[in-house]
């Protein structure tokens, strides 16, 4: 479902070896909540603070920006949680709509929602902390993990990374029983397109989360999991946990629920199967820009992008700004944020409306907030 939808859209360490120390502090200060995170990365310790505006509802009533932006998402009958960030400053976090209609539990800023897509950014950043390691190059062919995948031989990390392969997909698995099984039947049924031209083709970070597999003799999900959530705690919910999470939201379609079976979840490895809030991604981003979680170079390496695209590892990239969207059922997340991380619109929404995106709608914001020009 994600994949033929995103193909719609497209125009528009060994494991890396890390030695936590987990310190968490709560202090109070005038009611404030501080969850300080010290975690050792390449022998670096760095410090993740995730501050209540994350995980509360910030809406400031003495702020123009803030009042008007949130007028705005209510005009347009948005459902999700909106994140806005101003030079550092959260102006808004807040849920719009419901989680569920049937229980009527409403969208909060703690609410969890499939981010489809944009987990690619997460598969891409675990490959980057092998090549840091030295344990694969950007140049390292796919012959390596997959040798009777057409072209493995001239087929790079790189260009998975950027969707540069030629690759497809000649058929999708129905019958997922786990998720190295999953990638091994689509290592089978890979085609070759016409070119090497961009184009878009989740098939790539399939394969990209299958090395990961190999190199570490771990699952992806657990690869995820102790670094994202044991470390980082950035609380990356895997799909068979999600509908039973207190902060879980309800996919629908107009006021449809979108049934998204364990089949659709599990066949996307890799590209679309995790939930996070809006809060705990922005993190994310925030921590990768300032090269906490990857230095400088090998950042910049991810993020380089093909000259006739503008896509490399999960995001967009331009001369001012990041983008990212996605699509699974109901859910569409859609991220604009600065290069330096300090502005950001983040839509989570749980309800697609035939035939629209709140793809525009986060768009605008972006360029109200931002006063930049947004292709």
Not at 41 to 70: C, M, W
Request: with cysteine; net charge positive.
């Amino acid at each position: 479902m994600q994949r033929k939808q995103h193909q719609q859209l497209k125009g528009n360490l060994s494991h890396t070896t890390l030695s936590p120390v987990i310190v968490i502090a709560l202090v109070l200060i005038a009611t404030v909540i501080v969850v300080t995170t010290v975690v050792s990365v390449n022998n670096q310790s760095i410090t993740s603070k995730i501050t209540d505006p994350f995980r509360q509802e910030v809406y400031l009533p003495g702020n123009h920006e803030s009042v008007a932006i949130d007028k705005q998402l209510k005009r347009s009958r948005f459902t999700g949680t909106a994140l806005i960030v101003k030079n550092n400053q959260v102006v808004l976090n807040r849920g719009y709509g419901y989680a569920n209609l049937d229980t009527h539990q409403l969208n909060t800023p703690r609410s969890l929602y499939q981010i489809a897509s944009l987990q690619k950014s997460l598969t891409a950043t675990l490959i980057m902390q092998q090549v840091e390691q030295g344990k694969l190059q950007m140049n390292t062919t796919l012959s390596q993990f997959y040798p009777r995948i057409p072209d493995a031989k001239h087929i790079t990390i790189r260009q998975l990374l950027t969707m540069t392969s030629g690759l497809k997909e000649s058929d999708i698995n129905e019958n997922v029983s786990s998720e190295q099984e999953n990638i091994e039947f689509d290592a089978i049924h890979t085609q070759l397109l016409p070119s090497k031209t961009w184009t878009y083709q989740s098939i790539n970070f399939r394969l990209l989360a299958g090395i990961l597999m190999k190199i570490t003799n771990k699952s992806y999900t657990s690869l995820v999991d102790n670094f994202f959530n044991k470390q980082l705690k950035l609380n990356v919910v895997d799909y068979k946990h999600f509908k039973d999470n207190v902060y879980s939201t309800t996919s629908y379609t107009g006021k449809k629920v979108s049934n998204i079976s364990q089949q659709n979840y599990a066949q996307e490895t890799g590209t679309g199967n995790v939930a996070m809030s809006a809060g705990m991604l922005y993190q994310y981003y925030k921590l990768l820009i300032d090269n906490k979680i990857l230095k400088k170079q090998f950042l910049a390496d991810m993020w380089t992008h093909p000259y006739n695209s503008a896509y490399a590892s999960g995001l967009y990239h331009y001369e001012d700004y990041h983008y990212g969207h996605g699509f699974l059922g109901g859910f569409e997340p859609t991220v604009f944020l600065t290069k330096d991380g300090k502005n950001c619109v983040i839509l989570l929404s749980n309800r697609h409306l035939e035939g629209s995106s709140w793809q525009p709608l986060t768009k605008q914001i972006f360029m109200q907030v931002t006063n930049i020009n947004v292709k």
